[in-house]
Nanobody, 123 residues
């Protein structure tokens, strides 16, 4: 069974940094798409960043230049480094994965999801 467990969420002030981690288990494929999504209260869930098995990455316009998605294959861990955080970044962040690699973008859905980790940015 595929399991994704997020960690690293918390509360920080505007301009601060935070690194989210996602531990994956039961997900060892040569072709895949991994990503981070977020959902703020009263808003739709939106894609934040994705990384495919070939290493290619994609980011939502709202986080370009501030967030960086990466992976540590030996540890089966996905990361999201968030810098220059803004109050509008406040949301529940979800780790997600898919066996596909041909539609790896924040605009597309995923097959597997974690339960989320809360990120709160104060001004």
């Amino acid at each position: 069974e595929v399991q994704l467990v997020e960690s690293g969420g918390g509360s920080v002030q505007s301009g601060g940094s935070l690194r989210l981690s996602c531990a994956a288990s039961g997900f060892t494929y040569s072709r895949y798409c991994l990503g981070w999504f977020r959902q703020a209260p009263g808003k739709e869930r939106e894609g934040v960043a994705t990384i495919a098995s070939d290493g290619s990455t994609s980011y939502a316009d709202s986080v370009k230049g501030r967030f960086t998605i990466s992976q540590d294959n030996p540890k089966n861990t996905l990361y999201l480094q968030m810098n220059s955080l803004k109050p509008e970044d406040t949301a529940m962040y979800y780790c997600a994965a898919s066996k596909r690699d041909y539609a790896c973008s924040p605009r597309y859905g995923m097959q597997y999801w974690g339960k989320g980790t809360q990120v709160t940015i104060s001004s």
